[in-house]
């Protein structure tokens, strides 16, 4: 997957595996290879799930663009955050920093301030992070790269209105 160009060659995922939440909440939306050819490798598919996700979050974040949240940089942490690929397309696609965090467990860290907050540790949970919660690498975005995820992404964006009443069919067979 790291050896595909953004865009995989024309090949666009779709990740609906188990319906969607945001932003179309349809229980009834499914996967799909968008573009898929008889050119395209397990690599380009690796690839195109990847850019796919980052494309679902990328509607996470038009949706808080539209209720007036900026968004300036983000946080990655746990299994996917070790990826170098997958780092660099999140923070590619969105076009914002992204950084890593020093401990791989983000769920269990935030159980612990929550704890420590409870147990008077600490007097809030921003102390609490203060004292706890350590950045990692940071990346910046590469304009030119930004620029082309998003052809792909306006793409994205405009599959799942075009498939929606053939998703409610399929449902209703």
Known sequence: ANNIPIGCDKLIYLPYLM??????????CRGVFF?????????????AVL?????????????????????????LCGGGAKSPLWRTILCDSFGVSVKTMESDEGPALGAA??????????????????????????????????AEYKKYYNIYK???PALKEQYHALANI
């Open 35 to 47: 573009g898929l050819s008889a050119m395209h490798t397990k690599a380009h598919m690796s690839r």
């Open 51 to 75: 850019e796919g996700v980052s494309y679902s979050l990328c509607s996470c974040l038009d949706v808080l663009g539209e209720m007036g949240v900026t968004t300036s940089d983000m946080a």
């Open 158 to 160: 405009e599959l799942y």
């Open 113 to 146: 301030i929550l704890a420590g907050c409870a147990a008077g540790v600490y007097s809030s949970v921003e102390e609490g992070c203060r004292i706890a919660v350590r950045d990692g690498e940071k990346l910046s975005p590469d304009a030119t790269a930004t």
């Open 19 to 28: 319906g969607e939440r945001t932003p179309h909440l349809d229980p009834d």
